[in-house]
């Protein structure tokens, strides 16, 4: 019998399990072995949030396999194991076992890169002191709701106004911490317009949240950890291991320090400079794309032959830019990860592409994005119009209807759509796929008009906000 | 100065209303007539099961706009008026004044039929009995609220489990009484396929709706009524005039019969039989399509020369059948209005035609449809392929997730999207609209995987139920 052909898959959560399972089901034949550099493989990332907030009670829930239950289907996936190093012209791979503390060199014919993205830590004063985290990894879920629950912290100081500081303020705050947003740009979420942005942070406000824009953390001051209490906590941190290798034992944070002045914080959270881990890429001569993530095709092949790459990693090409972005969300890495799973286990796929769609919830509202946002559109060169709408979830008379805004850019000149932003507290996730189709479809806002959208006065007017805000842009 | 055009809309509901607003906006010299049969206009007839329910307290809430706001707009709407003829030669029309019970003759230069559809009344021995009521015009569901509250009805029956009957039967049900689905037919609501109807039937007999298919009414029993409280009701009965005018004042229903047992009712709903109200269109030499409702081209014009229909009087293009289809949905008929109106008022407009996209509530459950059936499909000569998943609303950790189940038709041959059924407590109205839109962007199963949808815990699983039903589809 033929030696079994290898692939092994750097990187055991979105991407990379995705890819693993599915290269299983494509090729029985093949010998798959996954490395996760963390302790666990396959999961929800993006429910950490509501696993800090309590939503979700049990951090089991958001763990969909573990190696076992993998090894049943025929993937050995190793967690604590971190491949350093490929040597692409032999197909061999250094494999660095946290547990024993040893090297060993593994050969293989495939290589799917799914390392994913880290957040990069600046070099500020204070930033290793206990009580600042961030949140990548199901280690630092269980610590942050440790320290909660454990230090009940009374305030918090979130750095970044993005997904995650938005998600993370709605956790914290639900723990009855007062929480503060610094971020050093001029508004929050900087994928989106400033009115789309102004909105958001006026419903922050509202939710208690204090937003100080425009400000630079510079440091962290700490005190010293004095209850037992504090000692248990401070076990904890540091019995995981190798990313908070850095830990200051001895001190917790107390003040984060920004260019303009101080606030008081006794939990921090890190939520900016998510970046791909593509040190391992680099060495392995695989090429980077203009995002500084790795370049792939659209069957997610990298430079180097018999090397592929999906997820945070990577690139995603953007249907309606014509160009690479870098795009690290979930969705997207599942699809990466199967289309280079199938690839790589001997057949043909191809990923279609992003058009950018995005939704995160923070407190009772949904922020939603598809396409272009305007200032992106003007960016690229584009001759764009927009409008904004106000409009109703669901018929004006039905409880539960609450107003929606819709922000529809299209280009001037050729009337196509080219991105749509939504925010509202009903039924707004749903809708922005619906524009998310029409970017796919490359409609017009003429065809937008046109779309036979469901009707019941439960759940929509009679004419939808994606129609309101068409019949506007028409002209209707 | 030359006289000024008139346009005559008939009927004041979801298209006349829409007609006569947009024909304002469009050209504001013409002189604007509407007439309307019953006692209102522009009222959402789709809120009347909510009215009734008791979600919607009053009916003021359910009327956008009166006659008299219609006036400060130039627009002339006038409420128990019914136009009787048209001679489409002169362009005279025979107007009956309900108020007066005069006729008079009124010239116009441009006419919109949107005279809505009814409820067809068999000719079943005790069918005029008290107690027994259809839905269409405010007056019906102001006399069924007052029946429920003030007799207290402890029984009723639903003849038709279609729209109305599903959405009746959770408004009787919230009022205590205890319901039963009377069906001729051997699935309840006949446009779906028979595996989706029978989840419906589960779910509304885990309510305790009790149905019975394949079963037709053959008569109604009646009792003396005898209380002071049913005197009241019928008076209040009594004095909706015109449409009743049948109604029997002595007896109210207690008993429905029909081919195999007899129930026990002391309130019916008539929920079948919608038909166009074409006399009027007939008798003015305007020709129906193969639908029996009238006939229209893409800008809603008659065979009649200045005659335009729009609404349930007429037929919608079907854009995946290729041929009209009679389709009486208030979205439907608000847009064909508005395109019957941009025409007569000088303009130049079409409508985009439907795809038969359609949601309605029952209980907590959402079904909704686009395209074609498996079993519509195939009688119209499709080779189809189908699938039914079932998928999860949300992050299956997260609060507030439920089942949906999807069936997906598409061609086998060219793999292009057909339909999809989809039913669910949690996120199903909306999601139809994805698919609608793929239909009208005419997709095969390929694109929608494709799909680049919106992902956060709260709103969506990483694999959209869209997505699953689509790599499925796709056997990947």
């Not at 559109?377 to 764009?384: C, I, L, N, S, Y």
């Not at 001037?412 to 998310?436: E, P, S």
Request: aromatic share 6%; hydrophobic share 45%.
């Amino acid at each position: 019998m033929a030696k079994k052909e290898r692939l092994i898959v750097v990187g055991g959560v979105a991407a990379g399990m995705s890819a693993a399972a599915k290269a299983r089901r494509v090729n029985p034949d093949m010998e798959i072995i996954v490395y996760e550099k963390s302790g666990y493989i396959s999961y929800g990332a993006c429910g950490f949030p509501y696993y800090i907030k309590g939503d979700v009670a049990d951090m089991e829930a958001l763990l969909a396999r573990t190696p076992a239950q993998m090894a049943e289907q025929g993937v050995m996936a190793h967690t604590r194991h971190e491949v350093q190093a490929i040597d692409a012209g032999r197909r061999v791979a250094a494999v660095y076992d946290y547990a024993t503390g040893r090297k060993r060199f593994e050969p293989w014919d495939k290589l799917i890169l799914a390392a994913g993205a880290s957040i990069g830590r600046p070099s500020i004063p204070g930033i290793n002191l206990n009580g600042i985290f961030s949140l990548r990894t199901v280690e630092d879920a269980l610590t942050i709701r440790r320290w909660l629950e454990e230090m009940q912290p009374r305030h918090g100081v979130i750095v970044g106004g993005g997904y995650i500081g938005l998600e993370m303020a709605e956790a914290l705050a639900a723990h009855g911490v007062a929480v503060t947003i610094v971020d050093a740009a001029d508004q929050l979420m900087s994928s989106l317009d400033v009115e789309i942005a102004a909105l958001i942070q006026a419903e922050l406000e509202a939710e208690g949240v204090e937003i100080r824009l425009g400000e630079m953390v510079q440091s962290f001051i700490g005190e010293r950890l004095v209850t037992d209490i504090t000692q248990r906590v401070t076990a904890l941190v540091m019995g995981q291991g190798g990313s908070r290798g850095g830990l200051d034992n001895r001190f917790r944070v107390r003040e984060v320090v920004t260019d303009k002045q101080s606030y008081p914080a006794d939990v921090v959270i890190f939520g900016v400079g998510s970046r791909p881990n593509v040190a391992l890429a680099q060495q392995a001569g695989v090429k980077l794309g203009q995002t500084w993530a790795v370049a792939v095709d659209a069957r997610q092949r990298t430079n180097v032959p018999n090397i592929w790459a999906a997820g945070a990693v990577a690139e995603a090409f953007h249907l309606v830019l014509g160009e690479p972005i870098y795009f690290p969300l979930a969705q997207v890495a599942s699809k990466q990860g199967r289309v280079a799973a199938v690839n790589a286990a001997g057949g043909r796929a191809s990923f279609a592409g992003t058009v950018g769609t995005a939704v995160v919830k923070t407190f009772d509202l949904a922020v939603a994005q598809t396409g272009l946002s305007e200032k992106a559109a003007r960016a690229k060169g584009w001759t764009v119009d927009c409008l904004m709408i106000e409009a109703t979830s669901r018929a004006h008379y039905m409880p539960g209807h609450a107003p929606i805004h819709l922000k529809l850019v299209f280009d001037k000149n050729t009337q196509r759509v080219l991105g749509a932003q939504m925010i509202g507290k009903d039924g707004v996730a749903q809708r922005i796929n619906v524009i998310a189709a029409a970017l796919q479809a490359e409609w017009t806002i003429r065809d937008l008009a046109g779309l036979d959208l469901a009707y019941a006065p439960p759940f929509a007017p009679v004419w939808d906000p994606i129609l309101v805000a068409a019949n506007v842009a028409n002209k209707e």
